[in-house]
């Protein structure tokens, strides 16, 4: 196919495809996905390799959540059956974090529900960055705390942070349909002030709200503009309860094609496979690791993954092998625009493009401290058990809850089991 064969060319070489060859590969048929998904994967094994880099979230404050976006569980008004429960400490935090480093994460991501941190806020995440780091100084942490005021992004990364999240989630133009309580530009202007501070930019994306081709494109050139090192790839949980609950617009096919379409506009990027993986992707997991280079291990916020060990046994079963301590997860040319954010620079070479078109094997090693969202510390230890650290609400014994009905197209919802943390025990969440 020409599409592909130009796509992958492109990609080869880290350059970027028009805005109408993006679209064109959203709107492939089932009977290409094997190719698209083939050519999506030349592109990634270029630039990374066979590595698989693991992260584990850390849900420090979980609901009650004044925004009112529409996908979300912790939301304003949620009546999703979910885990909500105030600050962990700093002690109960890192006992969390070590389950996931024991398992092989590398990147420890802190989540805090909310609209942004207050100056306390920040102080109590400093605390838990030198908790988690006192027991492991090679982790990389990840903060995900919402909007950031002036001076935030600069005293979390002179803590000890390495990177920050914050997603689009959609685009512009559609933004104002799932949030009202702040707008995009709310959301670009955090990005921004992550990465001016010198921490690496993750930034991604919700796929499956009901939003067209052109507005998942849209997005992904934007996360390019915004030279987001790190871009997940979320595909909505619909949960009850939830303005978005009846949303199951997704295939496992149609994942495939919104990953490889983010693969070709950021060649050189890291691609992860966030939210949602289990759900949508189900028996096609091991096909998208073809596309994306990086997946969380275990559980989300406030639904389970499937269990660590099988995570792993997958990654092994499909040919891949977890990224090591070792090994930086940016090619070098990427990992050096990092490494100048640091010094002050604002990454202004970024985006999910290259800086100077190199075209590095995927293997070189660079310092640590040249960051991306790309972690530090593969480990091979025993994989974290689903219902590791009580303190961090995530207990395994979460009920499963089946949401909407046959929705047309092969789509079949009562074939999927959303499985909430926690839902149906007594734990007390800081105990």
Not at 84 to 111: M, N
Not at 242 to 260: F, G, M, Y
Request: proline share 4%.
């Amino acid at each position: 196919m020409d599409l592909l064969d130009t796509l992958t060319a492109k990609g080869l070489r880290g350059e970027i495809p028009t805005r109408e060859e993006a679209l064109a590969v959203l709107a492939t048929t089932d009977d290409e996905l094997l190719d698209v998904v083939a050519a999506a994967g030349r592109v990634r094994r270029q630039w990374f390799g066979r590595r698989v880099k693991l992260n584990y979230l850390v849900n420090l404050k979980s609901g009650l959540c004044p925004e009112d976006c529409s996908y979300c569980s912790q939301r304003l008004g949620s009546k999703a059956e979910i885990l909500k429960y105030t600050w962990l400490k700093p002690d109960q935090a890192a006992e969390a974090a070590k389950a996931g480093v024991a398992g092989g994460a590398k990147r420890v991501c802190l989540v805090a529900s909310g609209r942004g941190p207050t100056d306390r806020d920040i102080d109590r995440v400093a605390d838990t960055i030198s908790a988690i780091k006192d027991a492991d100084p090679a982790v990389e942490i990840c903060a995900c705390l919402g909007l950031l005021s002036d001076n935030q992004a600069e005293r979390l990364r002179a803590a000890g942070a390495d990177a920050y999240n914050h997603n689009l989630n959609t685009s512009e133009g559609t933004y104002g349909d799932i949030t009202t309580t702040h707008t995009y530009a709310d959301r670009v202007d955090t990005v921004q002030k992550a990465h001016g501070a010198g921490l690496s930019a993750c930034s991604g994306l919700i796929a499956g709200m009901g939003e067209s081709d052109g507005d998942l494109v849209d997005v992904v050139f934007a996360l390019r503009e915004l030279g987001s090192d790190s871009v997940p790839v979320n595909f909505l949980i619909p949960f009850e309860g939830t303005p978005l609950a009846k949303e199951w617009n997704l295939t496992p096919q149609r994942c495939l094609r919104i990953l490889a379409m983010v693969r070709f506009v950021c060649p050189d990027v890291e691609v992860r496979i966030a939210g949602g993986r289990e759900v949508h992707l189900r028996s096609l997991q091991p096909l998208g690791l073809h596309i994306a280079n990086s997946i969380f291990l275990g559980d989300y916020l406030t639904s389970e993954g499937q269990a660590g060990q099988a995570d792993l046994d997958m990654i092994k079963d499909a040919g891949f092998e977890v990224e090591g301590a070792g090994e930086a997860t940016l090619p070098r040319h990427r990992a050096d625009i990092a490494a100048a954010a640091e010094g002050g620079a604002c990454g202004t070479g970024g985006g999910c493009g290259p800086c100077g078109g190199h075209a590095a094997p995927a293997e070189q090693p660079t310092a640590e401290q040249a960051g991306g969202c790309g972690p530090c510390g593969g480990h091979t230890a025993p994989p974290v058990e689903a219902d590791t650290a009580e303190a961090a609400g995530t207990a395994g014994a979460g009920t499963a809850a089946v949401a909407g009905a046959n929705t047309g197209d092969g789509l079949r919802s009562d074939l999927v089991r959303v499985r909430r943390r926690g839902a149906g025990t007594e734990l007390a969440p800081n105990a």
